[in-house]
T-cell receptor
Framework: EAQVTQNPRYLITVTGKKLTVTCSQN?????MSWYRQDPGLGLRQIYY???????DKGDVPEGYKVSRKEKRNFPLILESPSPNQTSLYFC???????????FGSGTRLTVV | GQQVMQIPQYQHVQEGEDFTTYCNSS?????IQWYKQRPGGHPVFLIQ?????EVKKQKRLTFQFGEAKKNSSLHITATQTTDVGTYFC?????????FGQGTILTVHP
């Protein structure tokens, strides 16, 4: 089944403790992206990747890192999480940047 | 910069009534996409419109792209309780992709 797999689905952590949210797609998509969704603010892009080893900042990249060492994986790294990063995070992939996205199931992160 | 405004923010309807959400862009769009997100779920791609004046239908859903390619609409005929959720548009303009804020639809049986 074609899908984007995110892990974990839920995570509660403490301020400053490094964490990684994994994202993997099995569709051979070149384009992958991370979004955060907050009430009243919609979906805001954090980082995106056009292909392996090619990443770029989205609209809200501060406090996040990404890597794209393999085509299928695009992990999101929070080196020192803060409470304002409490949010619902979605990974998405598509054949091309302008193509329709396939979203992962989401990761609900709480930073206390 | 590019802005994609989506209205209304909320819409409450009785089952069987029609529903429309609108997206308006400050710049000309090369394409627009529509997504649906069920409560507690993730956004799911519905459709992409590319041509000026394009109209596409999916069962009770009708999608339109404006002649000037600056606005789009999603119309649902005779809503059902299964239509509840948030509907998002996503516009592409000069390489920049922007989601609208979404319209939250509730349907009362």
């Amino acid at each position: 089944e074609a899908q984007v797999t995110q892990n974990p689905r839920y995570l509660i952590t403490v301020t400053g403790k490094k964490l990684t949210v994994t994202c993997s797609q099995n569709m051979n998509h070149e384009y992958m992206s991370w979004y955060r969704q907050d009430p009243g603010l919609g979906l805001r892009q954090i980082y995106y990747s056009m292909n392996v080893e090619v990443t770029d900042k989205g609209d809200v990249p501060e406090g996040y890192k990404v890597s794209r060492k393999e085509k299928r994986n695009f992990p999101l790294i929070l080196e020192s999480p803060s409470p304002n990063q409490t949010s619902l995070y979605f990974c998405a992939s598509s054949l091309s940047r302008a193509g329709g996205y396939t979203f992962g199931s989401g990761t609900r992160l709480t930073v206390v | 910069g590019q802005q994609v405004m989506q209205i209304p923010q909320y819409q409450h309807v009785q089952e069987g009534e029609d529903f429309t959400t609108y997206c308006n862009s400050s710049t000309t769009l090369s394409n627009i996409q529509w997504y649906k997100q069920r409560p507690g779920g993730h956004p799911v791609f519905l459709i992409q419109l590319v041509k000026s004046g394009e109209v596409k239908k999916q069962k009770r859903l009708t999608f339109q792209f404006g002649e000037a390619k600056k606005n789009s609409s999603l119309h649902i005929t005779a809503t059902q309780t299964t239509d509840v959720g948030t509907y998002f548009c996503r516009g592409t303009s000069y390489g920049k992709l922007t989601f609208g804020q979404g319209t939250i639809l509730t349907v009362h049986p």
